[in-house]
T-cell receptor
């Protein structure tokens, strides 16, 4: 059974700091996604990673994929308050399997 | 805005009742997936419809059923509601089954009392 594990589950950061969220998954997959969810809101697609070594960047967020290690990372550079949200790693195989999410709080 | 719309946005039902939730896909998308998100948890896959046929199902009982219409809109039906069915129900549309990037609607918040 495909399992997706994210860590940390909770992350409190100071503005301006860097941090990385990790996503491990248990079996091979077709592709990997990162989504953002604000409280009470739906899910916003951030990145789609299709192949080993894929790296994508948008603003202060950068995602990477290592299919051999079954690991994806979401790196946050110089965090700002607007990045406060829950971030989900999602692995696609027969269905889209979500990690538990990382609840990020960026403090001034 | 993703172009995926769900109705209603909020709903309160009594245990044992039945409920129908609706989803309108993004234009051009032929695949709809439904997810249940309990408070504080990640979304759980319920099922997917591709060109009006069920195309995969998660670990949910048969009282969760669905339909996809020729215009690719979709319904999620839940019979015999239980208190644990209280959750945010998310619909996602994509192109061409499991390979397409999914775009989510705003969700329907269902409360069972």
């Amino acid at each position: 059974e495909l399992k997706v594990e994210q860590n940390p589950l909770f992350l409190s950061m100071q503005e301006g700091k860097n941090y990385t969220i990790y996503c491990n998954y248990s079996t091979t997959s077709d592709r990997l996604y990162w989504y953002r969810q604000d409280p009470g809101k739906s899910l916003e697609s951030l990145f789609v990673l299709l192949s080993n070594g894929a790296v994508k960047q948008e603003g202060r967020l950068m995602a990477s994929l290592d299919t051999k290690a079954r690991l994806s990372t979401l790196h946050i550079t110089a965090a700002v308050h607007d990045l406060s949200a829950t971030y989900f790693c999602v692995v696609s195989r027969n269905d889209m399997r979500f990690g538990a999410g990382t609840r990020l709080t960026v403090k001034p | 805005e993703t172009g995926v719309t769900q109705s209603p946005t909020h709903l309160i039902k009594t245990r044992g009742q039945q409920v129908t939730l609706r989803c309108s896909s993004q234009s051009g998308h032929n695949t709809v997936s439904w997810y249940q998100q309990a408070l504080g948890q990640g979304p759980q896959f319920i099922f997917q419809y591709y060109r009006e046929e069920e195309n995969g199902r998660g670990n949910f009982p048969p009282r969760f059923s669905g339909l996809q219409f020729p215009n690719y809109s979709s319904e999620l039906n839940v019979n015999a509601l239980e208190l644990d069915d209280s959750a945010l129900y998310l619909c996602a549309s994509s192109l061409d089954g499991r390979q397409g990037e999914a775009f989510f609607g705003q969700g329907t918040r269902l409360t069972v009392v």
